[in-house]
């Protein structure tokens, strides 16, 4: 039996999820895994380790090179380097999309923009980490405010008729107002919509955008409809990647890639 075929793995631990790529020399996506990250990250890195490595079909003498990113990327054993989140979501996005975009990303804890030109060059980035709106964690606070489970949202807001809109981008005053609309009588389909609204709102007032827009995150990964409401707000498509909560982890990927190569050129001409 011959050698299993070289892959290259990017791991990106966020605070919330922990997202795993694997990849062979021909950019193609093997397999993945998205982990809760828990308060253990080595051991959730492990964990999705080995699920991603399972469903590549391929064991761990096969990786050539790993590179880690997100929030606790230094937390990652069997990582051989890293690079920020920005640059690793940009090249993820690039991936997909080789073209010069503007990469909306909403994740669990904070949301970014990020430009890229047609290079896949950055050109610039916000990115908020300060306040829980316009992330999954301020969707999670209200939908156990709403008492509804977190997966029922996308479906619940596309059944809106009339949406409430909220005047409070604060999660703690949010969370009042929605309390106060129930008490009126507002449908709850009319408030998660509202509530949609309120995170695309959010995030959009970071920047402006280009004429291209990708939307990416774990938020945009379980509630597509936010996707929708930001394209009719925009006045045109949004792009999806195939895996929108990936993108980082494909990043570090291709950049433990690009790494593993550069090495193997400076060995050569060493010798």
Do not use: W
Request: glycine letters at 10%.
């Amino acid at each position: 039996m011959g050698a299993a075929k070289p892959v290259y793995v990017g791991v990106d631990v966020g605070s919330s999820r922990t997202k795993l790529a694997v990849m062979d020399d021909r950019r193609n996506l093997l397999g993945f895994a998205v982990r809760k990250s828990g308060t253990d990250f080595y051991a959730t890195a492990e964990r999705c380790l080995e699920t991603g490595l399972q469903m590549a079909g391929v064991p761990a003498d096969a990786i050539r090179y790993c590179v880690s990113t997100g929030y606790g990327r230094k937390n990652v054993a069997f990582s051989q380097d890293t690079r920020t989140e920005i640059s690793c979501h940009a090249k993820g996005c690039y991936y997909y999309f080789p073209m010069a975009v503007s990469i909306i990303d909403i994740g669990g804890q904070d949301n970014k923009i990020i430009k890229i030109d047609d290079n896949g060059n950055r050109i610039s980035f916000k990115m908020n980490r300060k306040c829980a709106a316009g992330t999954g964690a301020f969707l999670e606070e209200m939908s156990a405010r709403l008492d509804i489970p977190l997966e029922d949202m996308d479906g619940l807001a596309r059944r809106s008729t009339e949406m409430v809109k909220l005047g409070s981008f604060c999660t703690v005053f949010s969370g009042t107002e929605v309390l106060e609309n129930i008490r009126s009588g507002k449908k709850v389909t009319d408030i998660v919509k509202g509530l949609f609204f309120s995170v695309i709102k959010r995030v959009m007032e970071m920047d402006s955008l280009t004429e291209k827009v990708v939307m990416t995150g774990g938020v945009v990964a379980n509630n597509p409809y936010i996707v929708e409401m930001a394209a009719e707000i925009i006045g045109h498509e949004i792009l999806v990647p195939e895996y929108p909560q990936l993108t980082g982890a494909i990043g570090a990927a291709l950049y433990a890639m690009d790494i593993r190569a550069k090495l193997a050129d400076t060995q050569s001409t060493e010798a």
